[in-house]
Every structure is written in C-alpha cells, then in structure tokens.
C-alpha cells in the first residue's frame, strides 16, 4: 500500500530533489506539486495526500498560514513534514502537531526517519477534535520569526538580505521595492500585507498604504502641512517617506510629539 505524499516549494529545485529522494523508497507515490501556498491548499482539498512536504516560508501564504487556511475551510489535515533552510522555525513546526521537520539540503537518512515517524502515524489513532482546536489556537498565535532572510532582485542577481538590514519598502503599480543601505531591489513578494506578515511588527510600520519603514532606520521626522509629517529615512538618499492622516496618532506616540 503506497504512501501518497505532495510536495510544495516555491523553488523548483528543491522541489525537483525531493522528488529525487521520494523516489528511492518503495512505499512512497508523489501525486502532486505545489509552488506555493495557494496551491498547496487547493491541491490537499483535490488530491487528499496522506503526507504533504511543506516548504515553511513562501511568499504570500506561508506554511503555516496553509494549516490555518486549511483548518477554516475544515479540510481534514494530513500528515505534514515542514522543509525549510531556516532551523528557527523547528519549535513552531512542532507546536503544530508537524509530524517532522526536515531542514535543507534534505539528508537521505533524515528523511527516511521522517517517512517512518509517518508510518507510524498512518496506524494510530486519528487526532481528536480537542487537538484540532488546540492546532488552530497555535497556529493563530504562533510568533512572526525573527531577523529572516529576504530575496531581492537587484543588478540581476538574486540577493539574501537580513530583515534588519531593511530601511523601508514600497509598492508602485504592484511592484514591491525594498530598500536597504546596501542595495535597492525588487521583491517577489505580490503585496505589503505579504511582506510585512513576514517582518517583525514591533520593528516594520505600514505608514502609509504604499509604505513600510523600520522604525529603526528613521533619521527625522519631518513636520509637514496641516498637521502631517514626512519620515526621513537612514538610506544614501535619505528617501523623505509620508505618513498618512490614519498613522499619524501612532506617530506622535511613538515619538512623544
């Protein structure tokens, strides 16, 4: 009786290696990939894999963010297996009920040990609805990772930059740039509320509907008309950045005006 297990990544080579490796155990059929986190819920609710491979950060609908989606629409939940190359989010991969974690590049061994601890799923018992509600109030608590990695596009090259390292962000005609003291890039993420989901909210402010600053990184504020103030920020341009009539109470708070 073969084991039916999905895939989702973002990166088709990673992708691609996980096929590879699943193909060297005998009991195991790959029935599907996703690329990201829309699909991977929509494939789980069309193709019911008994074990899903999950990627734990991708743009927009992160891997935890696909638990959530998944338990709203109660779709019944299969074994899931988070792959990531971040270790930080081991712990929050176990609060979940993650049957395993497997962190990049995947070891054969490791995941050998992975497809047994789903074995030995597949013949106990079904989780109870107790456990399922506690799922989703961890899933709804879970902490926003600290200090990741973004990808940026910039010069055409494809750049890792430390969250901390970011001065501010903003979107023009559905283009996400992201600005540090380094370099200026685009995005692959598609929104702001996307990009800032995956920053820390006590660090990163949405400002404006077109805007996100670390608070950080602010060099100035900077009176403007009729009671509203611009940001100057710590970048070589020293970007004048606006704040819009809804942010400015937190503003004033924020820095005691």
């Known amino acids: 009786m073969k084991i039916s297990a999905l ?17 060297g155990i005998p009991d195991i059929e790959v029935v599907g990939q996703g690329k990201n986190g829309v699909e991977a819920v929509n494939l789980i609710r069309e193709l019911t894999p008994q074990v899903v491979f999950l990627d734990v950060q991708m743009p927009g609908l992160d891997g935890f963010g696909v638990i959530k989606k998944l338990l709203e629409k109660k779709v019944p939940l299969p074994f899931l297996v988070f792959a990531t190359a971040y270790d930080q989010y081991a712990v929050q991969a176990f609060e979940v009920n993650a049957i395993d ?16 601890r789903v074995r030995r799923g597949l013949e106990s018992v079904e989780p109870t609805r107790q456990k399922l509600e506690r799922l989703v109030q961890l899933v709804e608590e879970r902490p926003v990772p600290q200090a990741s990695k973004l990808r940026v596009k910039s010069g055409g090259r494809l750049v890792l930059v430390n969250s901390d390292d970011i001065i501010y962000a903003s979107i023009e005609e559905g283009v996400i740039t992201i600005v540090s003291r380094d370099l200026e890039g685009q995005s692959n993420f598609r929104t702001v509320e996307d990009l800032q989901s995956n920053l820390d909210p006590n660090t990163f402010w949405r400002v404006h509907r077109s805007y996100l600053v670390n608070t950080n990184r602010i060099k100035e504020v900077v009176p403007w008309f009729k009671g509203s103030y611009q940001l100057k920020m710590d970048d070589r341009k020293q970007t004048e950045i606006p704040v819009s009539r809804a942010q400015t109470r937190r503003l004033r708070e924020l820095f005691k005006l």
């Open 7 to 23: 895939i989702v990544d973002d990166e088709q080579p990673a992708r691609d290696e996980l096929v590879f490796l699943l193909k």
């Open 101 to 116: 974690y497997l962190l990049k590049p995947i070891a054969r061994s490791r995941l050998e040990k992975a497809i047994a």
